[in-house]
T-cell receptor
């Protein structure tokens, strides 16, 4: 089955700096890669996603890149703000499946 | 904004007891899921449910687990005889469709503690 690895497990950045979280996956059949943000006491919330036919996607301060050949994808947050502090999860899934395989999560702390 | 709600937020049960975790998915969604996260580990898929039957399940979802949509709004996960290793955060999710690009909305989770 699919195996998604995520690093780093913790990340601290100064407000205004950029944060990068990286994930790798093992199953070449995976073609959908969502990123979730989980704040304390809440469930994971989708913040951005990318499909395998796209190499990069951007939404304001958040961007995701995908390298299908190397089987890795990354989340980039620019101009970080304290409210970006949360746990971020990457995930992967296959065609016609909503079975997501999650990474282990990255706890991001943005220091004011 | 519509949301997935789960009850209770925290459940403590004795080993061997049955527990039912409850979820109210978003009203017009058709696909429902249960995931769990053991402390310090990955979020793991348990089961997906569509049209009143299981569509996918993982190897974790053995005979001790069952799911049900008893009415038009609730979606439940039952663990028949809980074990210590069932202690985890259980997340319910729902989506309007399936396949890549379909957003799954997660509830806030139920923390199950088996003692």
């Amino acid at each position: 089955g699919e195996n998604v690895e995520q690093h780093p497990s913790t990340l601290s950045v100064q407000e205004g700096d950029s944060a990068v979280i990286k994930c790798t996956y093992s199953d070449s059949a995976s073609n959908y890669f969502p990123w979730y943000k989980q704040e304390l006491g809440k469930g994971p919330q989708l913040i951005i996603d990318i499909r395998s036919n796209v190499g990069e996607k951007k939404d304001q301060r958040i961007a995701v890149t995908l390298n299908k050949t190397a089987k890795h994808f990354s989340l980039h947050i620019t101009e970080t703000q304290p409210e970006d502090s949360a746990v971020y999860f990457c995930a992967a899934s296959r065609v016609l499946s909503n079975q997501f395989y999650f990474g282990t999560g990255t706890s991001l702390t943005v220091i004011p | 904004e519509p949301e997935v709600t789960q009850t209770p937020s925290h459940q403590v049960t004795q080993m061997g007891q049955e527990v039912i975790l409850r979820c109210v998915p978003i009203s017009n969604h058709l696909y429902f899921y249960w995931y769990r996260q053991i402390l310090g580990q990955k979020v793991e898929f348990l089961v997906s449910f569509y049209n009143n039957e299981i569509s996918e399940k993982s190897e974790i979802f053995d005979d001790q687990f069952s799911v049900e949509r008893p009415d038009g709004s609730n979606f439940t996960l039952k663990i028949r005889s809980t074990k210590l290793e069932d202690s985890a955060m259980y997340f319910c999710a729902s989506s309007a469709d399936r396949g890549p690009g379909t957003e799954a909305f997660f509830g806030q989770g139920t923390r199950l503690t088996v003692v």
